[in-house]
């Protein structure tokens, strides 16, 4: 069993900084790709930004520039650096892993707030 823990959500002021973290631990696993997502109120869960194995990255249009994706893959954890922070980024933020134990599988986080004020 894998189990994704976030952690690193807030509240900050709008121009300000977080930083998020997701781990995830249990079973063996190969990591495939990483990937942070969002659910602001009343909208949809949106794609924030990816990395692959290999490094790639992509970023949503909204959060280009100001976001940067990265991982540790020997701690088997992604960060999310959050910058420029805007109120329209207030999310509850979701890690998610593809990851591969005997099969390849998507893993979620439970998810961490972030709350940008202006």
């Known amino acids: 069993q894998v189990q994704l823990v976030e952690s690193g959500g807030g509240l900050v002021q709008a121009g300000g900084s977080l930083r998020l973290s997701c781990a995830a631990s249990g079973s063996r696993f190969s990591i495939n790709s990483m990937a942070w997502n969002r659910q602001g109120p009343g909208k949809q869960r949106e794609l924030v930004a990816t990395?692959?194995?290999?490094?790639?990255?992509n970023y949503a249009d909204s959060v280009k520039g100001r976001f940067t994706i990265s991982a540790d893959n020997a701690k088997n954890t992604v960060y999310l650096q959050m910058d420029s922070l805007k109120p329209e980024d207030t999310a509850v933020y979701y890690c998610?892993?593809?990851?591969?134990?005997?099969?390849?599988?998507?893993?979620w986080g439970q998810g961490t707030q972030v709350t940008v004020s202006s």
């Open positions: 990395i692959t194995s290999g490094g790639s990255t």
């Open positions: 998610n892993m593809v990851l591969t134990i005997n099969v390849r599988r998507n893993y």
